[in-house]
């Protein structure tokens, strides 16, 4: 069985570990103080970042606004031939971090698995996995990985993610946390469509702002997509005052 460091254990760090504890040797690591009590409770191993980092497969489970400065903590404790993969919401940014900070001996590939606890909690039958290939050629070993736990896996460039993410994460994000903002009721007479609205702020409700924050932030292409959005919106409020 191969080792696997996993750095970070939020919840998707938590649901990483629980997925794949059943194909690697996992030891994690994550700066919270009740960090290692977790990892006890999810019956993996806790240690320290550059055990974690000198593990046959690194996987890199953070916020995006602290990737960077992860990735430059682990790059001195890499081991020769080892492969480092991210699971984070955009794609180009930790790409060109990852070139830029890791040594040239070891296979990089970015991967954002487009789910989290709350659409696993049924299964990961038909969930999509998008990898991302960087440097070398496993990140056939990750896709095929991902298609043999049941995910739906698509294999793409890090711009062609970010760019349909624009639309697929930032746009629906900023929707569904709107509407959780706003606390839209379960109403006695809703149809499909405001069913949707509702299962859309359930599924997004959990997600951290700092997520959110990410995938607006990150994206080089998020603003543009989310700026006509509210666009768009305005013009339509705008033709409705008129009519008044």
Not at 48 to 66: C, H, K, Q, T
């Amino acid at each position: 069985m191969k080792t696997l460091g996993l750095v970070g254990f939020g919840q998707f760090g938590q649901l990483a570990a629980s997925l794949l504890k059943t194909h690697f040797d996992i030891l994690v690591t994550d700066v919270a103080a009740d960090a290692r009590a977790r990892a006890e409770a999810a019956g993996v191993a806790f240690g320290a970042l550059e055990d974690v980092a000198a593990r046959d497969v690194v996987v890199v489970a953070v916020p995006i606004v602290v990737m960077r400065q992860v990735f430059a903590a682990i790059a001195p404790h890499l081991r020769p031939g080892a492969l480092v993969v991210d699971v984070g919401s955009v794609k180009m940014l930790p790409s060109q971090w990852m070139v830029e900070l890791l040594p040239d001996h070891v296979d990089l590939v970015a991967t954002h698995p487009l789910f989290g606890p709350q659409s696993a909690k049924t299964g990961l039958q038909g969930l999509r996995f998008v990898v991302c290939p960087i440097r070398g050629e496993r990140h056939e070993r990750v896709a095929a990985l991902g298609r043999a736990m049941g995910l739906t896996v698509t294999v793409t460039s890090a711009e062609e993610h970010d760019r349909e993410m624009a639309y697929v994460q930032a746009l629906t994000h900023l929707i569904g946390r709107s509407l959780v903002s706003l606390g839209i009721p379960d109403e006695q007479l809703k149809t499909a469509s405001y069913q949707h609205l509702l299962e859309l702020c359930s599924l997004i409700g959990a997600d951290t702002f700092e997520l959110f924050a990410a995938i607006q932030t990150q994206n080089p292409f998020a603003a543009e997509v989310v700026e006509a959005f509210v666009s768009q919106a305005r013009s339509l409020l705008d033709q409705v005052a008129d009519r008044r």
